[in-house]
C-alpha cells in the first residue's frame, strides 16, 4: 500500500542522539539525588516524552521538574543543535521521501531541540509539520502526536495512509493506536521490544555502491510499493 505521508520520530530515528539523551539525564539526576544507570534509562524511560521522562524518574510532583526541562532543552542545544546527530544517509532518506509525499516529525522533545537540528542538517525545508511536546497534552504512548500531525498535514490523508518511523516502544503504540502503519528502526531499543510495529529494519538507508540510496522499505512505501520485505528469490538446483 502505497503512503501518502511519512512521519519520523525525532529521537534516537531521525536524530541519532540516544547516548547524549542518555548522558544529559544522568547528569541532570544525579543533581537532584536520583542517578540514572543506562540500564534503567533504556528499560525504563527511552522513548517518552520528556516532560514524562523527567515525572517519571523525579515524581510527577516534584518541585523541580520545570527546571530540569529547560536545563535539559540548553544542555542538548549546546550538543547537538548544528545538526551531527543527523548523519548523511538519513538526510538522504528525509529529502528522497519529502519528493514524493509530505513529511513530518513527531517527538516528545521540545521544538526548541528539534528545530536547530533540522535546520543544521538541512531539513527544515523538506519537513512540512513538526509536533512537539508541547503542541499535545499528552505525550507518547498516547496518539495525540500523531493526530495532531494528520490534522496539520491536512491533504485529505487517512490514517492508514500514513507511514511512521520509529525507535521505541512508546512511539510504536502512539502510531499503531493512531490507525497508522509502523516501521520500527534498531539502533535504540532490542528487536524483541520492537515486535508491535508493522515491520523491524536494522537502519534508515542502505549503501549501494556506487551511490547511497534511502532504505529500500521506505523508498518502496514512499514510492507506490509495499513496505514489506520481498521474498527471497529461490535458487533452482542444477541438473546433474
Known amino acids: 500500500m502505497r503512503a501518502r505521508a511519512v512521519i519520523f520520530d525525532f529521537n534516537g530515528t531521525l536524530s541519532h542522539d540516544e547516548p547524549i539523551l542518555l548522558a544529559i539525564f544522568q547528569e541532570l539526576f544525579a543533581e537532584y539525588g536520583r542517578?540514572?544507570?543506562?540500564?534503567?534509562y533504556f528499560d525504563?524511560?527511552?522513548?517518552l516524552s520528556d516532560p514524562?521522562?523527567?515525572?517519571?524518574?523525579?515524581?510527577?510532583d516534584h518541585p523541580a521538574v520545570r527546571e530540569v526541562l529547560e536545563r535539559r532543552v540548553d544542555r542538548y542545544r549546546?550538543?547537538?543543535a548544528d545538526g551531527s546527530t543527523v548523519p548523511d544517509e538519513v538526510r538522504e532518506a528525509v529529502r528522497y521521501t519529502a519528493e514524493r509525499v509530505p513529511v513530518a516529525v513527531?517527538?516528545?522533545a521540545a521544538r526548541a531541540e528539534i528545530e536547530p537540528v533540522l535546520e543544521a542538517a538541512g531539513l527544515a525545508g523538506h519537513v512540512r509539520v513538526v509536533v512537539a511536546a508541547e503542541d499535545v497534552p499528552l505525550g507518547k504512548p498516547a496518539p495525540d502526536g500523531y493526530l495532531r500531525a494528520l490534522e496539520l498535514l491536512d491533504g485529505g490523508i487517512d490514517a492508514a495512509d500514513v507511514l511512521v518511523l520509529e525507535d521505541?516502544?512508546?512511539?510504536?503504540?502512539?502510531?499503531?493506536?493512531?490507525g497508522m502503519r509502523c516501521i520500527a528502526v534498531l539502533g535504540t531499543l532490542a528487536p524483541a521490544r520492537l515486535a508491535a510495529a508493522d515491520e523491524i529494519v536494522p537502519a534508515l538507508w542502505r549503501r549501494a555502491a556506487p551511490h547511497r540510496r534511502p532504505a529500500s522499505r521506505l523508498s518502496r512505501a514512499a514510492a507506490g510499493g509495499s513496505c514489506?520485505?520481498?521474498?527471497?528469490?529461490?535458487?533452482?538446483?542444477r541438473r546433474r
Open 44 to 47: 525504563e524511560l527511552a522513548g
Open 168 to 178: 521505541a516502544e512508546a512511539g510504536i503504540a502512539a502510531a499503531k493506536t493512531a
Open 228 to 237: 514489506r520485505s520481498p521474498r527471497p528469490r529461490r535458487r533452482r538446483a
Open 78 to 80: 549546546e550538543l547537538a
Open 35 to 40: 542517578p540514572l544507570s543506562a540500564e534503567e
Open 106 to 108: 513527531v517527538s516528545g
Open 52 to 60: 514524562e521522562i523527567v515525572r517519571t524518574w523525579l515524581g510527577a
